[in-house]
């Protein structure tokens, strides 16, 4: 995760400079985890700086597409998929761990 956050940070930082590298990871940090504490369940525990890099691969991969409308209207029908996929796939992990937790 090293390696990824190095990536997208210095292609943010790049475009957007020092102060905004460190605001976006910090808008997308405290947004994963809120995004987190609202749809897990109560008693689940999350912590970690993944939701922030993910949020910053998000912006190095806005930044560096063209500005056409072509582009964007791409970016949004695949970020649909790439949502369900996690959506799906979180789901199914906390169903796993209940079940886990359960025995």
Known sequence: MGMVLWLTGKIVEEEKGNFGLWLSYLFTGVGANLVSWFTLPPN??????????????????????????????????????????????????LKQLRLQLDY
Request: overall charge positive; hydrophobic content about 50%; aromatic content about 18%.
């Open 44 to 93: 689940s525990v999350s912590a970690g700086a993944s939701g922030a890099v993910f949020g910053l691969f998000v912006i190095s991969v806005r930044v560096k597409m063209s500005p056409g409308w072509r582009k964007f209207l791409e970016f949004l029908i695949l970020g649909q998929f790439v949502m369900k996929r996690w959506y799906i796939d979180s789901h199914r992990y």
